[in-house]
């Protein structure tokens, strides 16, 4: 199950990115989806989650800056980012849950995508 996420590149702090993630050879509505990211050195965090009626979940540090979304219709999950922080530099990496529901953990997610990089300078 393909999953190829993009939108990734260098931004200023306070900036603004959107991430997308096109997924393929599954029924892409019956699954969550998840965005999770890895900084040099540590290791890889959940940030957002969607389930498959949309219901999300949130990082702490990241509420009220990022927002997932999907769009079953084009087999894609989005996370908008805004007001973006130096740390929120780091890999970025989409996944699909292993059933509906989406949550903040690694375990419940089986396939992940190549990851993109966002690189947010002071």
């Known amino acids: 199950v393909p999953l190829q996420a993009s939108g990734g590149g260098l931004v200023q702090a306070g900036g603004s990115l959107r991430l997308s993630c096109a997924a393929f050879?599954?029924?892409?509505?019956?699954?969550?989806m998840g965005w999770f990211r890895q900084a040099p050195g540590k290791e890889r965090e959940f940030v957002a989650a969607?389930?498959?009626?949309?219901?999300?979940y949130y990082k702490d540090s990241v509420k009220g800056r990022f927002t997932i979304s999907r769009d079953n219709a084009k087999n894609t999950v989005y996370l908008q980012m805004n007001s973006l922080k130096p740390e929120d530099t780091a890999i970025y990496y989409c996944?699909?849950?292993?059933?509906?529901?989406?949550?903040?953990?690694?375990?419940?997610?089986?396939?992940w995508g190549q990851g993109t990089q966002v690189t947010v300078s002071s």
């Open positions: 996944a699909t849950s292993k059933s509906a529901q989406a949550t903040g953990y690694m375990r419940d997610y089986d396939y």
């Open positions: 969607i389930n498959w009626i949309s219901s999300t």
């Open positions: 050879g599954y029924i892409f509505s019956r699954y969550g």
